[in-house]
């Protein structure tokens, strides 16, 4: 495949991690990694620990990492081992607008919240402690201003399913994807998730009868919040369609839309006006909502429907192949928006992706990811799959958590 320069314009400078340093994060006691900002192949056995260095950059963004664990169960552990480690990561990131230093850590809870059942900003229990963030040394107020350095996103082997499973998984990446383009639009998923959780921990408590107007508020708030929350998905979901009109070569072309009853309403009318009616609507739904224990309505019941344009067949009917194939269109798709918005790629995440890839699509993706500039980590246990990057990237071995690099790289 070759990379139209007109559809890849070049990096301002890339997004990328120089130096990564781990702590107590979870079969890492201690590591440090020196890196370029070319792509990075790591290979080793499975358990070895390749995915669990992916999963420490994840928390350079906001969230909860590509796993969605719960902070402690990220902690080292040593069995017959009393040691309270907690895990920190640690890292330099070169941006666009020069380098900085990122650090992120699991922090103990409080008395305070150690029974808590409610969520940070990072949907992390405050029950199981939080994350803390620093940027440049000074603590950073939540996670938000993680999405303003960098912009990442990752394909996992638990993705494979991600067309055919729940679409609350397929919310969760296309809101990953948003992130990187709207950084508020996590501070509004947050806020949304918080009103909804609030609005029916009171329609089902057994005291006395809630007052309408705390009600009538946390309403309000769902309905600016999660109108905005529709509006930003839907609106990017065209954008990744389009960009990925633009793409040639041997991966399939998705159609990407967001479907559901509010998006039926932004369809119909303005935002105002679908946020007056999904006011209504969960006024109205009170009794039936205590009742059944879930909300009928609004952007947590939307779907992310993806379609393989050329069979003019939904992604769940695809082949598995096919569905990979799709996967990383999107996120080739993403990246080539990413560069069209800011002159920067972002952060590539690829766990064993090209294990099921034939060889003709494993050097499209290659040659997409150079042609990019985007720092792509890639894991698999073959290394001789990766020969086509030969001097292109840095090549690393991990075994027993322990990593070497690879001092004469394939060529």
Not at 271 to 287: G, K, N
Not at 378 to 388: C, K, V, Y
Request: net charge neutral; glycine share 8%.
């Amino acid at each position: 495949m070759s990379a139209d320069p007109a559809l890849v314009p070049e990096p301002i400078r890339p997004l990328a991690v120089t130096r990564l340093s781990l702590t107590d994060f979870r079969c890492y006691r201690r590591l440090r990694l020196e890196l370029g900002a070319d792509p990075v192949v790591l290979t080793g056995p499975n358990g070895a620990g390749k995915t669990n260095l992916l999963e420490a950059l994840s928390f350079l963004v906001p969230g909860r990492g590509l796993r969605r664990a719960k902070l402690a169960e990220i902690d080292w552990r040593q069995a017959n081992s009393d040691d309270d480690a907690r895990w920190a990561v640690a890292a330099t990131v070169l941006t666009s607008t020069g380098a900085f230093e990122i650090g992120t850590a699991h922090e103990p809870p409080t008395p305070r919240a150690a029974d808590a059942s409610a969520v940070d900003d990072g949907g992390n229990e405050t029950g199981d402690g939080r994350r803390v963030v620093r940027i440049d040394g000074r603590p950073s107020r939540g996670q938000a201003g993680l999405a303003q350095l960098v912009s990442m996103v990752w394909l996992t082997p638990d993705m494979d399913r991600l067309f055919l499973e729940g679409g609350s998984a397929r919310r969760r990446f296309l809101d990953r994807l948003v992130y990187g383009f709207e950084p508020d639009h996590a501070g509004r998923v947050a806020a949304y998730e918080h009103a909804l959780r609030e609005r029916m921990r009171l329609l089902r408590a057994d005291s006395a009868p809630v007052d309408p107007s705390w009600l009538a508020a946390l309403e309000d708030r769902m309905a600016r919040e999660g109108v905005a929350i529709a509006v930003a998905r839907r609106n990017f979901a065209d954008r990744l369609s389009r960009a990925a009109e633009l793409a040639e070569g041997p991966f399939p072309r998705p159609i990407l839309r967001v479907e559901g009853v509010l998006e039926d309403w932004l369809s119909g009318g303005p935002a105002l006006l679908a946020e007056d009616r999904l006011r209504e609507a969960l006024s109205s739904s009170r009794a039936q909502d205590a009742e059944t224990g879930r909300v009928s309505v609004g952007p947590h019941r939307s779907d992310l429907v993806a379609i393989h344009a050329a069979k003019a067949q939904a992604a769940a009917l695809c082949s598995t192949g096919e569905q990979k194939a799709l996967l990383l269109s999107i996120i080739l798709a993403y990246a080539r928006l990413k560069i069209l918005d800011s002159g920067v790629p972002p952060i590539l995440l690829l766990d064993e992706v090209i294990a099921h890839l034939d060889a003709v699509r494993r050097a499209a993706l290659f040659e997409s990811l150079l042609a990019l500039g985007a720092q792509a980590w890639l894991t698999g246990t073959d290394e001789a799959l990766f020969e086509p990057l030969g001097g292109a990237a840095q090549f690393f071995r991990v075994s027993n958590a322990t990593i070497e690099p690879v001092r004469e790289r394939i060529v």
